[in-house]
């Protein structure tokens, strides 16, 4: 395995249609809930340990080589929003065109025609790690770094933050995400046995209520 | 340690209940005040299997369609702080009230509702009172565990009254419906972190919905003290202090699923995957949640194209 | 990258020229420009020009969502069925250069919805003068300024002005009320392109969008030309 492709895997310029999504900040700066740094701390924090969980025991999952028909299956359970579900299978096609150009392998080819409108981007996330040649570690960081790095970036064009402190709130974020990771993965692993219930369903309301409300809007900057 | 109440014997109209005409907060406090009076004397009919380790109780409810078209209850029977009622029904449902008895979930406590409908039977189970997550003399956090089963053409409807998160309590509460194909569901739950102007306790409450064997929810929510990160800010509660989850299992709903709609800010319907559909909702207090909650159910009434009927 | 062609059953991975099913696809051509130098208003009589030889679609990245994809189906000049709009978070230019993988899905469901295509405009929402389209997202590009906007563009450059396949300077109308000098602006043109062509238009005037709709003619048969 190399660390390196970690590297390329997390980068935010990774072409797999990202920047095009806030992370449900959008919402929240319009709604007044993200005014500043400490609400995006905040904001980060609550999606990290609910919507960045799931989705980092997913990708673990995935990476593990449990079914990715099942643990798509489990993501929609843990989606309630169709407006999130949506989002997710967008960025999940997206991630999957990415991935096959750059790691070609028969399982990622195998999901592209299974999900060809796209399953749950963390399901295609843990594939791509494993083509990679990463473990189920690296996937669930970077799923959840993911949900926190996309949110930070566009609060920094919506509100015109300071880059510092974006980029701040992320690295005070760190050890959460270790922890984040560590459960993530243990649940992941649970998975063999116990099957896709194993896997945490941590949610935020506001999340799925305001990604509802933000689909609707006529004019917006960001995808969700 | 099981009590099988006679449905004539232990009829309860639920306006008799003390806190069930009560607002939420009103019915918070009175929980409060008569919460510790049920621990120490607990009822004769309801001896309370204490341990160390806290209370185990549990509830049992089946219904069953009767041949003449109603619902039969042939097993309803309750321990500790769980008593089911039968009520007076209306048609051809049954009706049971989760009452008085019930002082917990206290810490260490472990509580468990089982109700399971069988074939073509309808039964709506509601509570007299708010259920008051409380701390108790044993350390850790109590259980309270839901499981619903609901056969084909067979219908529940789960109404309690709202979970309440008192300071100083833990409280793990998972709740599982079942659902055959063709099975129907309507479920409310509520949850209110702290009584009037309290800190609450800690909460980690699950919610899942399985139609034939398919998960088409699962979510759980965890806040208060001790939970991780986040749950009170802008992504998660925001400082509301009440959220509530509607659920709606219709098998028409597979051919036609509800359209996603914003119900005002802080709740929207949304089609889940499969023939179901949910209200999320978050408010700031018990009333105006159970406002928003009930508006729902009434428009999803009106626009659902099933049969006939309050939804309620 | 060809890797499709030893799984022809999976969707196409980037700028592949052929379809999953091996058959040419669609040539695509993208339009950028500053803002307001009438790109939509040239996708639009592009649109009215070719629709009835050509099976088009357009796909618009917009700023704001949807504005530019809802002023061409104000305009009918398509079905709303070949009209798309993709979501750009606020960096247009990221959309078309950076990472197009929003793009190319949008490209792909409009074959799905409509059938195969001949052309696909794809318009990048009003950037600056950097901003150029991938070669993995198109086949060809034009860069629209308009006399407007300044004549002394063409002689900053830039890589839209110096390396699109047509640059067309637009509101040529316009330039004896903003005091642009049309000569200059061609002469300038010239220097900064060499030998790749130049269009100055007016949607106004009597000839309107002909020329362009010409030069995508051509590159539309010198595409098909290849299969």
């Known amino acids: 395995m190399s660390r390196a492709a970690l590297l390329v895997l997390a980068d935010g310029r990774f072409p797999a249609g990202g920047h095009a999504h806030s992370g449900g900040a959008e919402a929240a700066v319009r709604a007044g809930r993200i005014t500043g740094v400490a609400d995006l701390a905040d904001f980060c924090r609550g999606r990290l340990h609910t919507a960045g969980l799931v989705a980092a025991a997913l990708a673990g999952a995935a990476a593990l080589g449990r079914d990715p028909v099942e643990l798509d299956a489990a993501a929609d359970a843990r989606t309630p929003s169709p407006a999130l579900r949506l989002a997710a299978r967008k960025l999940g096609r997206q991630l999957m065109r990415a991935a096959r150009a750059t790691w070609p392998a028969p399982e990622l080819d195998a999901l592209a025609r299974e999900f060809p409108k796209g399953a749950h981007q963390p399901v295609v996330l843990g594939l791509t790690a494993r083509a990679a040649g990463l473990g189920p570690e690296e996937a669930a960081y970077c799923a959840a770094y993911e949900s926190v790095s996309g949110p930070a970036t566009a609060t920094v064009r919506l509100l015109s933050l300071d880059p510092f402190d974006a980029t701040a709130v992320l690295a005070r974020l760190a050890p959460e995400l270790d922890q984040v990771v560590e459960r993530a993965v243990a649940a992941a692993r649970r998975v063999a046995a116990e099957g896709v219930d194993a896997l945490p369903a941590c949610s935020a309301p506001l999340l799925e209520i305001a990604a509802e409300a933000h689909a609707a809007w006529p004019v917006r900057l960001f995808a969700s | 340690m099981t009590t ?35 621990r120490a004397a607990p009822a004769a009919d309801a001896p309370q299997p204490t341990t160390s380790a806290g209370v185990r109780a549990t509830a049992r409810i089946v219904a069953r369609h009767d041949g003449r078209g109603g619902t039969a209850l042939p097993v309803l029977a309750g321990e500790g702080p769980l008593a089911p009622r039968r009520t007076r029904g209306s048609g051809a449902e049954a009706r049971v009230l989760l009452v008085g008895a019930m002082s917990g979930p206290l810490g260490g406590d472990r509580l468990t509702v089982d109700a399971r409908v069988e074939a073509g039977a309808r039964l709506r189970i509601g509570s007299a009172a708010a259920t008051i997550a409380l701390p108790g003399q044993v350390p850790g956090p109590a259980r309270y565990d839901v499981r619903l089963t609901v056969a084909d053409g067979g219908e529940l409807h789960w109404l309690p009254e709202q979970l309440i998160s008192a300071h100083g309590s833990d409280l793990y509460v998972t709740t599982r419906a079942d659902l055959a194909p063709t099975a129907r569901l309507v479920l409310r739950e509520e949850q209110v972190l702290g009584r009037a102007a309290e800190q609450p306790g800690r909460l980690t409450s699950r919610l899942a919905v399985r139609i034939g064997g398919r998960t088409v929810l699962d979510q759980e929510l965890a806040c208060g003290p001790g939970a991780p990160g986040g749950w009170d800010g802008p992504a998660v509660l925001a400082g509301h202090r009440a959220m509530g989850q509607l659920v709606l299992v219709r098998p028409e709903f597979a051919r036609a699923p509800v359209a996603a709609r914003v119900l005002g800010e802080g709740a929207a319907l949304v089609p889940l995957a499969g023939p179901a559909a949910l209200v999320s909702a978050v408010a700031p207090d018990a009333l105006r949640l159970r406002r928003l909650l009930d508006e729902a159910l009434t428009e999803l009434d009106r626009a659902c194209a099933g049969p006939p009927g309050d939804l309620r | 990258m060809h890797l499709d062609h030893s799984h022809p059953a999976t969707p196409a991975v980037s700028a592949d020229a052929h379809r999953p099913d091996g058959t040419r696809r669609a040539v695509r051509i993208g339009l950028g420009g500053p803002v307001g130098s009438g790109k939509t208003a040239t996708v639009a009589a592009l649109c009215r020009a070719l629709r009835d030889e050509l099976s088009l679609a357009v796909v618009t990245n917009d700023i704001y969502t949807r504005e530019d994809a809802e002023f061409l ?64 997202l198109v086949d060809a590009q034009i860069f629209v300024i308009d006399v407007a906007g300044g004549d002394d563009i063409p002689r900053k450059g830039g890589p839209g002005v110096t390396t699109a396949d047509l640059l067309v300077v637009n509101k040529t109308d316009l330039a004896p009320y903003v005091g642009s000098d049309l000569a200059r602006m061609a002469a300038d043109a010239k220097a900064a392109r060499g030998e ?18 010409g030069w995508v003619r051509q590159r539309h048969a010198a595409w098909t030309a290849q299969a």
Do not use: M, Y
Not at chain 3, 131 to 136: L, R, Y
Not at chain 3, 196 to 211: C, D, I, M, T
């Open chain 3, 196 to 213: 790749l062509p130049v269009v100055f238009q007016s949607l106004r005037g009597e000839s309107g969008v002909a020329e362009v709709a």
């Open chain 3, 73 to 136: 189906l104000r305009e009918a000049v398509l079905p709303p069925e070949r009209i798309t709009a993709v979501e750009t978070g606020a960096c247009p230019h990221t959309a078309i250069r950076d990472d197009i993988s929003a793009n190319l899905e949008a490209v792909e469901d409009l074959e799905d919805a409509v059938g195969p295509l001949d052309l696909i405009l794809l318009e990048s929402g009003g950037d600056n003068l950097t901003a150029t389209f991938s070669k993995g």
């Open chain 2, 4 to 38: 099988a109440a006679s449905p004539q014997a232990a009829a309860v109209a639920p306006a008799t209940s003390p806190t069930a005409t009560l607002p939420p907060e009103a019915a918070s406090a009175a929980r409060a005040a008569t919460t510790t009076a049920v």
